[in-house]
């Protein structure tokens, strides 16, 4: 398995570009089983989890072509004929969002069977809201021996769904197959995040009728068809956000291109409280931190346009260093601490009590042996390893490649000292 060792101190000074969002992505990889015309997906991230996608999408019947076209990496999705409606565990369990490929198959074919994505590092997760929004759809579920057998021959309904707590994967599903149902569907209490939009403005081209995006009602008008489209998906926020957390560690002055600061507003904010420079421009935002400590800010975790969750460990690994304590809240994930210890191997004061954690920041932290254990747990550590005195071995990175395209070049140009190990292939435990 590869590791990646950074030896800690450098300054970051330069130019990185963001790529297209992986969780976007993936959506609109699986929206493309909705039509038997060519998606064209541009701006795409070339990460693993999209590959594991393409692989599955394969094996029901798409063929996925991936090139560099004249507006960057693009891939172009067609299943002419969705020759098996059947996503097996092998290749749902190594992604959960592979989930998603219900909804799309159910609304074009009627019927569908999909392993459940089963338990994750990060919490339960479960898929109870997913189902329940397919069965107001007119579906009828069944569950056996880990499958979720889905029906509606006479095709998918237009239905009230009405989510008890805000879950982006069930909204975007209950979009998935809403878009091919008869009649108008309503989601109530629907997740605001960025690319739900994204998805939304996608099926819009493909012919879809979605109204209300960025709000938490969407409105759908079920159509009998969709067809191709080209579609630039929006850039990475979580990317965005975590090279400017990384700027700020290590000090000195980045300019994140390619991207958009009003999709991490919640972020800049704290770093300005804490004490980071931040410049918004066009296409990104500068970060700028000189020497001097920063100040400890408290944050939670919440739906879009709150602080995102998916960026929380990063923060943390700022927080490591500030002047004070700082109070950090998850509210989305029930077991999402799993960096404090990893943290702590580094020289880090972090308490975890329940969904709160508290951060007393020390001078320094020091290189050390760690562990990544999951997709966004894994670049705090890279991000704390670029402040740490000596060097930081940050073991199991499969996790990073899930979600980081590039990062060692990325950071590597802006002057971090940063190497990738390349394993012998043999498990570490
Ligand atoms: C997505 C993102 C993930 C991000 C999260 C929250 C993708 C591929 N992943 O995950 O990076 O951290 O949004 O912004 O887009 N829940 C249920 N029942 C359900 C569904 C969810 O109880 O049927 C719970 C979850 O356990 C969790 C909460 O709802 O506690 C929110 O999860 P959700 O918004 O669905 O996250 P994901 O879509 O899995």
């Known amino acids: 398995m590869d590791r990646i060792a950074i030896t800690g101190g450098m300054r970051l000074e330069g130019v990185i570009p963001i790529g297209g969002a ?24 070339r990460l693993a989890d999209t590959r594991f996608l393409g692989r599955l999408l394969r094996r029901l019947g798409a063929e996925v072509t991936e090139s ?51 338990g994750c590092t990060i919490g339960a997760r479960p898929v109870d809201l997913h189902l329940r929004a397919l069965e107001a759809l007119g579906a009828r579920i069944d569950l056996h021996e880990g499958y979720v057998y889905a029906q509606a021959p006479r095709g998918l309904k237009g239905g009230e769904i009405e989510f008890p707590f805000v879950s982006v994967g069930a909204t975007e599903h209950a979009l998935l197959a809403a878009v091919l149902a008869d009649g108008e569907t309503i989601i109530t209490n629907a997740a605001c995040e960025p690319e739900i939009g994204d998805l939304a403005d996608c099926l819009n081209k493909m012919g879809a009728q979605v109204s209300g995006m960025g709000t938490s009602t969407l409105r759908i008008k079920g159509v009998s068809r969709l067809g191709g ?14 090279y400017a957390l990384a700027a700020a560690m290590a000090g000195g002055e980045v300019r994140l291109t390619n991207t958009r600061s009003d999709l991490i507003e ?45 960026l929380q460990a990063q923060f ?93 070049e990325k950071l590597g140009a802006c002057g971090a000292v940063i190497r990738r190990i390349v394993g012998d292939g043999e498990m570490e435990d």
């Open 22 to 45: 992986k969780n976007s992505a993936i959506k609109l990889m699986a929206a493309s089983l909705l039509t038997d015309e060519a998606l064209r997906l541009t701006n795409m991230p």
């Open 68 to 118: 560099d076209g004249p507006d960057g990496p693009e891939t172009v999705l067609r299943t002419a004929e969705i020759l098996s409606a059947i996503a097996p565990y092998d290749l749902v369990r190594q992604m959960r969002a592979s989930f998603n490929v219900l909804g799309p198959l159910l609304a074009r074919t009627g019927q569908a069977k999909v392993s459940l994505p089963g």
């Open 229 to 242: 489209a080209t579609h630039a998906v929006i850039p990475d926020r979580i990317e965005t956000g975590t």
């Open 266 to 310: 919640a972020l800049l904010d704290k770093m300005v409280e804490a004490g980071v420079e931040v410049a918004r421009h066009d296409d990104g935002v500068t970060v700028k931190r000189n020497s001097g400590r920063l100040r400890a800010v408290e944050v939670e975790t919440d739906p879009y346009p709150g602080f995102a969750t998916d």
């Open 316 to 408: 943390m690994a700022l927080m490591t260093v500030a002047d004070g304590e700082s109070v950090i809240r998850e509210t989305i994930f029930e077991n999402r601490f799993m960096h404090a210890p990893e943290l702590g191997r580094l020289g880090a004061d972090i308490s975890v009590s329940g969904g709160e954690a508290r951060v007393r920041g020390v001078e320094a932290l020091e290189g050390a042996q760690v562990m990544a254990t999951d997709l966004r747990a894994s670049v705090s550590l890279v991000i704390a390893g670029l402040a740490a005195r000596g060097e930081t071995m940050v073991n199991r990175v499969y996790h990073l490649d899930r979600g980081f395209e590039r990062l060692e």
